[in-house]
């Protein structure tokens, strides 16, 4: 097993239950000095993906996953690291417990443009979904996104 950090549409219980339904939620925390953006317009989704990156002044919620080896193969997929969308980092979450280093995913792409409104509506709902706080999934509503898509 291996710790996982989930944000974005992965943060969502209900999702990491279907793309890894070998590895349990650990804990939730805080991605600090990281900020929740958006880039890869170019590869030709609906708007903007998410990705996260660092920001003195920021922090990103997340969910922490023991995740196994098989459930790790699974989430490389569904991510698309296996063909270098997405790349894996490590990172230090705080948790209620102290700081803990897991891994995440970030988008191998430069920052910039916006994300679909229901791309964001997913995201936000993801958050809730994960007992994010009221804030923080109020201010992933609020975000610029594209009513439409290209």
């Known amino acids: 097993m291996t710790l996982y950090a989930a944000y974005g549409t992965n943060l969502d219980p209900a999702r990491m239950s279907e793309r890894c339904p070998h590895s349990p939620l650990r804990t939730t925390g805080w991605l600090q000095g990281w900020r929740l953006t958006f880039g890869g317009e170019e590869h030709g989704w609906d708007g903007a993906l998410s990705t996260i ?16 080896r098989e459930d790790e193969s699974n989430l490389d997929g569904w991510e698309a690291a296996d063909l270098g969308l997405y790349r894996k980092t490590k990172v230090r979450v705080a948790t209620m417990n102290g700081e803990i280093v897991v891994w995440t995913y970030v988008l191998d792409a430069y920052e910039g ?28 509503r609020r975000r610029p996104c594209r009513s439409i898509g290209h």
């Open 53 to 68: 990156v660092e920001d003195p002044i920021d922090q990103v919620f997340v969910a922490v996953y023991d995740i196994t």
């Open 113 to 140: 443009g916006l994300p679909s409104a229901s791309y964001l509506g997913v995201l936000a709902d993801a958050a809730e979904a994960a007992d994010a706080p009221v804030d923080y999934v109020a201010a992933l």
